[in-house]
Nanobody, 127 residues
Framework: HVQLVESGGVLVQAGGSLRLSCAAS????????MGWFRQAPGKDLEFVAAINWTGSSTYYADSVKGRFTISRDNAKNTVYLQLNSLKPEDTAVYYC????????????????????WGQGTQVTVSS
């Protein structure tokens, strides 16, 4: 059974930080690349970040580069997203997703490249 469960979403003030976690069943996690997407109210799903299976390669959307960090702990079947210097425009439901292979591209990745998704966790940034 493939399952992804996000946690860590909260209400935070602008400029603050938080860390999202995505716990996966072993079957869901190994050996796949993982990613984070977000969806703000009334907007399309947006790619945020991705990491390859070994953790040696990452890619970020321009809107979060330098502020967010994706990482993974393969021993714990968990992927993380550290969010720093948060802005009100970061408010969204954040989803983790499993990519359909162990590699990532050096460019924006599309939702159709990810085959399993979590239920999402709400991040709200107040101004």
């Amino acid at each position: 059974h493939v399952q992804l469960v996000e946690s860590g979403g909260v209400l935070v003030q602008a400029g603050g930080s938080l860390r999202l976690s995505c716990a996966a069943s072993e079957r869901a996690f190994s050996p796949y690349a993982m990613g984070w997407f977000r969806q703000a109210p009334g907007k399309d799903l947006e790619f945020v970040a991705a990491i390859n299976w070994t953790g040696s390669s990452t890619y970020y959307a321009d809107s979060v580069k330098g502020r967010f960090t994706i990482s993974r702990d393969n021993a714990k079947n968990t992927v993380y997203l550290q969010l720093n210097s948060l802005k009100p425009e970061d408010t969204a439901v954040y989803y983790c997703a499993r990519k359909n292979n162990l590699r990532i591209a050096t460019g924006i990745m599309r939702p159709h490249e990810f085959d399993y998704w979590g239920q999402g966790t709400q991040v709200t940034v107040s101004s």
